[in-house]
């Protein structure tokens, strides 16, 4: 509990995106699938619980239209016979804010400019569905959340393999630098190949430091060398 005190309102908010960054689709309605706002609700305010974070929403004043929205709907008789007729809704919408608050130290804000529409019969329906799907799209967009029809392990699988590919590229990116550090070294100090050969081989196999993929074992090499070698930079 103290340590999570400890955290400013940026980590509490990396905390909560690292714990719900993926959510399986569990509805389905006209036509496709998605992530119902209780699911969305259960999965993040039980970490919003855990890191004491506060969400709060706000309409800004004078913002708010309420609108009468007519539009055309197609629909069939029981002969099979196509026709149109109109359709009356209300349209509300409005500006929103979203406030995050550091529950430890209630000081520590941040808010986030936002909006809400809602379509409805009835004005109070079209405002309470405005602010549910406000909420729902809010939370995703916010936290970057991935929604799935796949298992989420399935997502999370597709995540680590994009991260082995930048480690590859960053790992890459270093061992082309300490190619260039050992051949200039070499140049100068042709009576130390054996040496280096042998400490290379310490890293890679067979001293082959081109097939080596991790960008921390990379690092390594690449300090080690110009510290065993006595390089400057």
Do not use: C
């Not at 070499?186 to 993929?213: P, W």
């Amino acid at each position: 509990m103290a340590e999570q005190a400890q955290l400013n309102i940026y980590q509490k908010l990396a905390k909560i995106r690292k714990q719900v960054e993926v959510i399986k689709k569990n509805k389905r309605g006209y036509g496709y699938t998605y992530v119902s706002e209780d699911e969305i609700l259960a999965k993040v305010s039980v970490f919003m619980d855990k890191y004491h974070i506060s969400l709060i929403p706000g309409i800004v004043g004078g913002t708010t239209r309420v609108e009468p929205y007519t539009y055309k709907k197609t629909k069939s008789t029981k002969g099979g016979d196509i026709y149109e007729e109109n359709a009356n809704d209300v349209l509300v919408s409005a500006d929103m804010t979203w406030v995050w608050v550091n529950d430890d130290n209630p000081e520590e804000r941040i808010e986030v400019p936002w909006a809400m529409v809602g379509q409805q019969a009835d004005a109070s329906q079209a405002f309470g569905s405005g602010l549910t799907y406000a909420d729902r799209y809010f939370l995703l967009k916010y936290f970057n959340i991935a929604t799935t029809d796949d298992d989420p392990d399935a997502h999370r699988s597709k995540q680590k393999q994009a991260e082995a590919e930048e480690d590859k590229m960053v790992a890459a990116s270093i061992i082309e630098t300490f190619d260039g550090v050992i051949r200039s070294y070499l140049e100068a100090h042709k009576d130390k190949s054996e040496e280096v050969k042998k400490f290379v081989s310490k890293y890679a196999k067979n001293g082959n430091y081109l097939a080596i993929t991790e960008s921390t074992l990379a690092a390594k090499l690449l300090a080690d060398f110009k510290e065993t070698f006595g390089i400057k930079e």
